[in-house]
């Protein structure tokens, strides 16, 4: 066993460091628990890993001028519909993601209750609503956490939010918290102040005095930062750091992503899926459209086409879509009643989510809302359900419990059911 | 037609509503900390939990000087304290950061923390934000300096009119909190008037009856129709970008126009919508249930409902009701608990009432009484819950309270100090203070750094409850900032120079008074505010031995560990 107060001269590796950490003993056996092999895996392996790419419309798109449009109706508003490569019709300000119409389906029916910004969007995130006694965690942390031994390579971290902060991990802890950069990739103070070998020596230090409050039974965030330092340490030494980079793409690629943030977050997001990154979110924020809904709209409806389709057909050229698992929603809808301000407000009891990708049946278009879109008239789908449909496409079992720290059983995506039509 | 004497009657109730609370001055600190603590002792009987051991004074030290002045305590700072007897150091203390050497770093402190609940950390911080947060944490600071009882620093931002900007005639810090609110009908406004003041959340009852407790659809209606004279105003910065706002008030007619009752009263009215599709009319009403109306009829004014400024200012009459109401206290004083303590004894704190009750009934109520007998004095309250029993424990479990752990999401039994993140302010200060980080920088490009490393936690969710996150939690972002950033560059300096120029650990390492041991000691002192254990010091020399003997670089390798470790992050 290795002394933790040797002065061997030698470099510290990311693993000796580990070590270290996981050696002081209040971290015990299972905090620190890398069973993961250094030696890059092979390609056939790689190919095989799964991802989920959730496209965030933050604050909460009006999924009625985009999926689920009701010409005619007073509450329509100006945009058309046109016919998709599905079985289904979307917003003529939507051609390009129209030709991948059979590679995508929308569930029409989604009906939630939360219809306040913080509410629903940790609801959509979790499938749970805001408790004071529990911090449920994110979808994003629950499958990082479930897919991390299928990635054993992988030295970044298992949840990237690109551009926005998605939500936190609960009680999974620190060490599955998303991971956020913004749309440029740009990794902030990831080069050490000090060389390879000396970076080693501080390290051993600071495991001596972390270890030493860790193990004094303080609570967990003692020994959850520990963690963290660990996972920080692995990103800083990793050559796969390189995933972040999105300059390095071809002009070409750039081009078809679009030149807007969310387009750019969605090349990334292609990078990190093919590094093998579990889950990524990448955040379009603005959709909080309470006035002059259609002329935002304008530039909004373009940026998402583009960036989503590029990203759906590139994952598609590259093998990947069939492992990837793809997300579009928001925290809500919008309401079909357009106020005195030009504009849609929050609603949440009819709205649309789209999804395809990991397998899933494409082009169908799930459930229905009524003419005015303000109910829905078929089974409703809840953020559980959603959630339940992309576990199934994961292959994770929905008979999966987590504890949560007081003890509660908890089931994956809090207990909802797959739907069907989705499922091959 | 009034009568005159009436109107003077009326404007006699008008002063004494509007005056601040008296304080009482048979109330005592010393009655107000005990019944405290027997009340916890009891607590912690009823609970059949042991509570940890009282908390180590250095540790103490760095833990109050954090939640009081927003960072840790320097080396003469903690040489000071432990000077002091020790049975009474701790009060000498508290004493002393609540008196009027700390003056201006308490109150910057407060203010910082008040901005933060007003406006969030990203208000004024975009070109197209209302706010102008340099005159919100002035007018905070001042408010904070003169210790403002609470009543009437409420009444200030609830009741503010005039431009942020202070160029303007019409200045006012305090109408920052407002500014950014009115839109959308004041729905933003009403909600966290509601928060704050009243710990109350309203804003789902917006759109339908809360599903989990009695509040209604109407409470929310209600309680905005008080905000209806009030209007927005834009101002355009005429040679830059930037927009900032004025809050002005207006006679409110009505959202219909002008309505008068068959008795020939002016009711000023407001509509909303209920699921079901029908429209319900609103009057100012307070969340209690009292109408404005039975108010202003008791003070002799027969139409409580009109709109009309020169009848009644609905802004100023809810600053009373909230004055007045038991909520105001009971929110103050959990919400200044849980700042202290990690967690309320109702939590959330913006979310009070029958459907949440609190953990220590007694306890919240103890503690509000003696707030509104002291004539809701901050300070006070303050030095009651940092003086407490709960104050003073360890953070390590004992062996009969290692449950007592809110963060495994059991109820909180005040047994013993819960762990929790600093704030990046926090750390931000504390990294600058302990290691004079700063020193060579001129004022304001120690601003800038400060201000920068700040930003770039914080993620603005753009909406229009004016959501934000921050990733300063703990997180891979937050541990790379720590590691390898710019100001952990200046901190881990070794430039020469005479001592007002450089950092802390060049003070050290050039120091030839100082023996290698002592130095040692000092940054554990700096960081922790504790000395070295034996295994520490050991492997400090077994790195000094690998260095061939160059002390400044291995105090470099041990500084920046220690403000890289659990132990420096956290408050505890």
């Known amino acids: 066993m290795r002394s933790l107060f040797n002065n061997t001269p030698a470099g510290m590796s990311r693993r000796h460091f580990l070590d270290h950490l996981a050696g002081s003993a209040a971290l015990g056996a299972t905090a620190l628990a890398f069973g993961r092999t250094v030696e890059a895996a092979s390609e056939t392996l790689r190919r095989n890993h799964k991802s989920v790419v959730l496209l965030w419309m933050n604050g909460g798109p009006p999924t009625i001028d985009m999926w689920d449009l009701k010409p005619g109706a007073p509450t329509g508003g100006p945009l058309n519909p046109i016919a998709t490569t599905g079985d289904y019709q979307i917003s003529e300000a939507l051609p390009n993601l129209a030709k991948l119409g059979d590679r995508l389906s929308i569930v029409r029916s989604m009906s939630t209750r939360e219809a306040d910004h913080t509410r629903g969007r940790y609801y959509l995130h979790t499938g749970y609503v805001p408790n004071p006694n529990v911090v449920h965690p994110s979808y994003g942390s629950v499958i990082a956490h479930e897919l991390e031994n299928s990635v054993p390579w992988l030295e970044i971290p298992p949840f990237v939010s690109i551009g926005g902060s998605s939500e936190g991990p609960g009680f999974l802890g620190m060490a599955y918290a998303p991971f956020q950069v913004d749309n440029s990739g740009r990794v902030r103070d990831a080069q050490p102040l000090v060389d390879e070998e000396r970076m080693s020596d501080r390290l051993r230090l600071l495991a001596e005095i972390e270890g030493r409050f860790a193990k004094q039974r303080r609570g967990a965030a003692a020994g959850e930062h520990a963690k963290v330092l660990g996972k920080t340490v692995s990103l800083m030494r990793s050559d796969q750091m390189v995933a972040f980079d999105v300059d390095k793409e071809p002009a070409a690629a750039k081009e078809r992503y679009g030149d807007s943030g969310f387009g750019r977050g969605c090349l990334l997001a292609r990078r990190l899926v093919e590094a093998g990154v579990p889950f990524v979110e990448v955040d379009f924020g603005g959709w909080d459209l309470h006035d002059n809904c259609f002329t935002q709209l304008e530039t909004k409806l373009p940026q998402l086409d583009r960036g989503m389709s590029a990203l759906v057909s590139d994952l598609d050229e590259r093998g990947l879509l069939q492992n990837t698992v793809i997300l579009c929603m928001g925290e809500f809808g919008r309401t079909p009643r357009i106020n005195g301000d030009a504009g849609r407000d929050h609603y949440a009891r009819a709205w649309s989510a789209v999804v395809g990708g990991g397998g899933l049946q494409g082009g169908l278009a799930i459930g229905e809302t009524s003419s005015d879109g303000m109910a829905v008239e078929s089974t409703p789908y809840s953020s559980e359900d959603l959630m339940a449909t992309v576990c199934q496409a994961l292959g994770l079992s929905l008979d999966r419990k987590f504890t949560s720290l007081n003890g509660r059983p908890m089931k994956i995506a809090g207990g909802g059911t797959p739907i069907s039509e989705l499922i091959v | ?572």
Not at chain 2, 337 to 356: F, K, S, T
Not at chain 2, 406 to 413: D, R
Not at chain 2, 476 to 500: C, P
């Open chain 2, 1 to 572: 037609m009034r009568g005159a004497a009436l109107a003077v009657a009326a404007m006699l109730v008008l002063a004494v509503g509007r005056g601040a609370a008296a304080a009482d001055s048979s109330l005592t600190d010393e009655d107000v900390v005990s019944r405290l603590d027997e009340l916890l002792k009891q607590s912690w009987r009823d609970a059949g939990v042991s509570p940890s051991p009282t908390a180590p004074d250095g540790p103490w030290a760095r833990r109050v000087c954090l939640d009081l002045i927003g960072r840790v305590p320097t080396l003469d700072e903690l040489r000071a304290f432990f000077a002091e007897p020790p049975h009474e150091r701790r009060a000498w203390l508290v004493d002393r950061l609540l008196g009027r050497e700390y003056t201006v770093e308490r109150s910057r402190w407060d203010a910082t923390q008040w901005a933060i609940l007003l406006v969030g950390r990203t208000g004024g911080m975009r070109n197209n934000s209302p706010i102008h947060r340099e005159s919100l944490e002035a007018y905070l600071g001042d408010e904070m300096r003169a210790n403002r009882p609470h009543d009437e620093f409420m009444r200030e931002l609830v009741t503010a009119t005039g431009s942020v900007r202070p160029e303007d005639p019409d200045h006012n810090g305090a109408a920052n909190f407002l500014v950014d609110k009115l839109g959308d009908d004041a729905v933003q406004a009403t909600a966290r008037t509601a928060q704050l003041f009243l710990g109350t959340s309203v804003q789902c009852t917006q759109c339908h009856n809360h599903p989990f407790n009695e509040q209604r659809q109407n409470q929310f209606w209600e309680l905005n129709a008080f905000f209806r004279q009030t209007r927005f105003q834009p101002i355009r910065e005429e040679d830059s970008n930037r927009r900032y706002g004025r809050v002005v008030n207006r006679d409110f007619m009505g959202e219909a126009g002008r309505r008068v009752t068959l008795e020939g009263e002016e009711r000023a009215e407001l509509y909303y919508e209920l699921r079901n599709g029908r429209l319900k009319v609103a009057y100012p009403t307070f969340i209690d249930g009292t109408p404005l109306a039975d108010v202003m009829l008791d003070r002799g004014v027969d139409e409580g409902d009109s709109g009309r400024l020169d009848v009644v200012d609905r802004r100023a009459e809810l600053a009373d009701l909230i004055a007045r109401s038991d909520e105001f206290a009971r929110v103050t004083v959990n919400r200044e608990w849980a700042r202290l303590l990690g967690y309320g004894m109702v939590r959330p704190p913006e979310d009070m009432g029958p459907h949440n009750p609190p953990s220590h009934p007694e306890l919240l109520q103890t503690l509000a009484d003696a707030f509104v007998r002291s004539g809701f004095d901050r300070s006070r309250l303050t030095r009651w819950i940092v003086s407490s029993r709960a104050y003073q424990l360890d953070s390590r479990a004992g062996r009969s309270n290692a449950d007592d752990d809110p963060a495994a999401g059991v109820t909180p039994a005040f047994s013993r100090f819960y762990l929790r993140q600093l704030t990046p302010e926090q750390i931000y200060d504390s990294l600058v203070t302990a290691t004079r980080a700063d020193e060579g920088l001129s004022e304001e490009e120690a601003d800038r750094a400060r201000r920068r490393w700040l930003r770039q936690f914080t993620i603005d969710q753009g909406n229009d409850e004016n959501g934000e996150a921050t990733t300063f939690n703990g997180s891979i972002s937050q541990t790379l900032a720590m590691m390898n950033s710019r100001v952990m560059r200046r901190a881990t300096n070794l430039r020469g120079g005479d001592y007002d120029n450089q950092t802390l650990l060049a003070s050290i390492a050039w120091d030839d008074t100082l023996s290698d041991a002592e130095r040692i000691d000092r940054l554990y002192l700096a960081a922790l505010a504790r000395k070295p254990t034996r295994d520490e010091l050991r492997l400090a020399q077994s790195l000094l031995a690998k260095r061939e003997g160059d002390v400044a670089e291995t105090l470099r390798d041990v500084w920046w560990a220690l403000l890289n470790s659990n132990e420096f992050i956290l408050n505890h």
